[in-house]
T-cell receptor, first 112, second 109 residues
């Protein structure tokens, strides 16, 4: 199994600022994903993080707002840009291969 | 209609009770995850099923692909089982998960 570490685990941010969340996997994984969970809602896929190329975004999510990097098979970052209170959510990273998927502990973001 | 329906949405049980959470889905899948989300937000994958039944400790998960239905059972429930349980079918031909809204379980001592 793989262990996924996310940083920060939580943060309080001011409106208009940006925050980068890091996701580190302790082994190489083919697929990495970023999800958002707004209060009281189910998880929603933001994008698939592709190693060495631009991320694949789901409908309703754009690169300018949620730029994603994936420089190698063990690491990815998600930036939440120009934050507003509506961005207050839990952001989750997951990664896996061949049917197995592992999740990070989540980053709880509050925007004031 | 949602692609994934979980029931019940909320469940309160006495310690020691047998718990069942149900999941019905409408998409074609290659497998299905049962996830446990802790109050802090972190998620753990409990099971990945593509057929039949799996058991891990007090947890049992079953799936019927033809009926597009899965169940998660907890035997001898304990307060530490209190969490949100999420059904997440894995779409056929894709690495994307579709998530249910979750079942919030509270086990009272």
């Amino acid at each position: 199994s793989a262990v996924i570490s996310q940083k920060p685990s939580r943060d309080i941010c001011q409106r208009g600022t940006s925050l980068t969340i890091q996701c580190q996997v302790d082994s190489q994984v083919t697929m990495m994903f970023w999800y958002r969970q707004q209060p009281g809602q189910s998880l929603t896929l933001i994008a698939t993080a592709n190693q060495g190329s631009e991320a694949t975004y789901e409908s309703g999510f754009v690169i300018d707002k949620f730029p994603i990097s994936r420089p190698n098979l063990t690491f990815s970052t998600l930036t939440v840009s120009n934050m507003s209170p509506e961005d207050s959510s839990i952001y989750l990273c997951s990664g896996g291969d061949a049917g197995e998927l592992f999740f990070g502990e989540g980053s709880r973001l509050t925007v004031l | 209609k949602n692609e994934v329906e979980q029931s019940p949405q909320n469940l309160t049980a006495q310690e020691g009770e047998f718990i069942t959470i149900n999941c019905s889905y409408s998409v074609g899948i290659s497998a299905l995850h049962w996830l446990q989300q802790h109050p802090g937000g972190g998620i753990v994958s409990l099971f990945m099923l593509s057929s039949g039944k799996k058991k891990h400790g007090r947890l049992i998960a079953t799936i019927n692909i033809q009926e597009k239905h899965s169940s998660l059972h907890i035997t001898a429930s304990h307060p530490r089982d209190s969490a949100v349980y999420i059904c997440a079918p894995w779409r056929a031909g894709s690495y994307q998960l579709t998530f249910g809204k979750g079942t919030k379980l509270s086990v009272i001592p």
